[in-house]
């Protein structure tokens, strides 16, 4: 008993550690309608940081050069919410698709491009 309530425990408190993803591993963005940010990296890909502080690089399938405006940007994701490499992106009237999503880092800063 004591045993079996220890192992219990201790999952309890590995739990959040095993549910992050590490970086570069396929995934999800949660709750994209709730994003902060988003950069574009190139023409084929973006940088999109969640409202959990999580950076996420989405590489797309195709060159979409009117990411570039950062105009009139719109993200299509699933009917949960959830921005997958199912998800496209829409900017400027062109629709782009996802290939990819993986966690990253982030975007470089500024100064270092």
């Known amino acids: 008993m004591l045993k079996s309530s220890l192992v219990a425990a201790a999952l309890l408190v590995a739990a959040p550690a095993l549910a992050e993803e ?3 591993a396929e995934t999800s963005i949660p709750r994209m309608a709730s994003f902060l940010e988003w950069r574009p990296d190139g023409d084929q ?4 940081r969640a409202d959990t502080g999580n950076w996420y690089r989405v590489t ?3 060159p979409c050069p009117r990411m570039q405006n950062r105009t009139a940007t719109r993200f299509n994701a699933s009917p ?3 921005f997958d490499r199912y998800s496209s992106i829409q900017t400027d009237g062109w629709r782009c698709q996802a290939a990819s999503v993986v ?3 982030g975007p470089a800063p500024r100064g270092e491009r």
């Open 103 to 105: 966690r990253s880092e």
């Open 80 to 82: 949960g919410g959830r």
């Open 45 to 48: 890909a973006l940088f999109i």
């Open 22 to 24: 590490p970086a570069g």
């Open 60 to 62: 797309l399938q195709a």
